[in-house]
Structures are given as structure tokens and as C-alpha cells.
């Protein structure tokens, strides 16, 4: 995955949703910044992302968040 600086993206975004739309992911980072903040992936790829499960929870009954839910996946695992 090649990373980008903000200011590349903007310049070059078609370019740049085209070689997604081929399959490629770019990640963006602040100019300026080696640390990647996002990423741009083909939209079936996101869409096709599986759900995570909570496996102390599993054949326990449903278990529901809000979309307002605040809490990062990350956070709520290693909380």
C-alpha cells in the first residue's frame, strides 16, 4: 500500500480513484507526516468487510450500538 501526502491526493484524484477503482489502496497522510490518518480503498473491498464478533458474547443474544457510539473498536477490545 503506497502512502500519499494530503496535498498529492488533492492534485491527483482522479488519477488516484482510478487505480482504486482497479484494486490498488493508497493511504494519506498529513503533508509533512510519514503517519497515515486514512485510506482509500475500492468500495466493495470496505462493503465487504466482516463483521466482527464478540466472543464472550457469542449465542447470547444480540447485541446492538447505536450509530453515535463514541467508542473506537480498538478502545472497546482493550478496554
Same mark, same amino acid.
Given at each position: ?8 491526493? %488533492? ?5 488516484? +480513484?482510478? %487505480? &482504486? ?6 493511504? +494519506? ?9 486514512? &485510506? +482509500? &480503498? ?9 463483521? %466482527? ?27
Amino acid at each position: 500500500m503506497e502512502t500519499l501526502e494530503l496535498s498529492s491526493v %488533492r492534485n491527483d484524484l482522479a488519477a488516484l +480513484i482510478a %487505480r &482504486v477503482e482497479k484494486g490498488d489502496e493508497i493511504a +494519506i497522510a498529513h503533508d509533512g507526516g510519514n503517519e497515515a490518518v486514512a &485510506v +482509500i &480503498v475500492p468500495f466493495t473491498a470496505w462493503r465487504e468487510k466482516p463483521q %466482527r464478533q464478540l466472543g464472550s458474547l457469542r449465542n447470547r443474544g444480540p447485541v446492538y450500538f447505536a450509530n453515535d457510539f463514541l467508542m473506537s473498536d480498538n478502545e472497546l477490545l482493550n478496554s
